[in-house]
Structures are given as structure tokens and as C-alpha cells.
């Protein structure tokens, strides 16, 4: 089992900036991928970024240059640097953890924290 403790999101002004950040304590295989993912109200929930055990990174289209994933390995923690942030960016964001166990991939989630954009 996996548990992931997520920074508080919060109110930020269209331009801003804000970090979150996502521990995960637990059972975490050597082959796993961390991420983010977002729901918007009255929209389905999408991958904004993650990244790979290996450090390989994938973006959501809308926000390739704008937001950066990183991950502390010794740590087990994932962050998302987020630049420039526009109204749409607006949603709960969900930190994402995929454990390889063979033979199939286990998806762990953490319990949301809001990111409003607005003046």
C-alpha cells in the first residue's frame, strides 16, 4: 500500500506561480511513475504531467512550458512547478503514484487539493 501526503494548493493571481508538492511513504517499487492530474468542474480528470522512476517526463499539451515535474527519489517526493497560471488551470490537482508489479500497474492517488486561478 501507498500513501501520498499533497501540499495545499491555493488562490493565485493569472501570471503566478505556485509549487505542489506530494510525498509518498509505504510500498514503492523500484519501476514506478509519479504525476499530477486535474479536474476541472463538470470535466473528466486529466494527466497534467508525470514522470518516470527512470526520470522521463510527459506533459499535458496546455501546459508544455509552463509547468515543470520534478522528482526527490531519496525522498519520495514529487513536485509540480507551476508558471504562468491561467484561469483554466483552475481544478483540483491529484497526485498520482503507479506501481510495476508484475504483472500489471497499481495506481495510487492522493486526496486532492484545490488550485484556484483568478484575479
Not at 49 to 78: E, M, P, Q
Not at 93 to 111: A, D, E, H, I
Request: hydrophobic residues 30%; glycine residues 10%.
Amino acid at each position: 500500500q501507498v500513501q501520498l501526503v499533497e501540499s495545499r494548493g491555493g488562490l493565485v493571481q493569472p501570471g503566478g506561480s505556485l509549487r505542489l508538492s506530494c510525498a509518498a511513504s509505504g510500498s514503492i517499487s523500484s519501476t514506478n511513475a509519479m504525476g499530477w492530474y486535474r479536474q476541472a468542474p463538470g470535466k473528466q480528470r486529466e494527466l497534467v504531467a508525470d514522470i518516470t522512476s527512470g526520470g522521463n517526463t510527459n506533459y499535458a499539451d496546455s501546459v508544455k512550458g509552463r509547468f515543470t515535474i520534478s522528482r526527490d527519489n531519496a525522498k519520495n517526493t514529487v513536485y509540480l512547478q507551476m508558471n504562468s497560471l491561467k484561469p483554466e488551470d483552475t481544478a483540483v490537482y491529484y497526485c498520482n503514484v503507479r506501481n510495476w508489479r508484475f504483472p500489471r500497474w497499481y495506481n495510487y492517488w492522493g486526496q486532492g487539493t484545490q488550485v484556484t486561478v483568478s484575479s
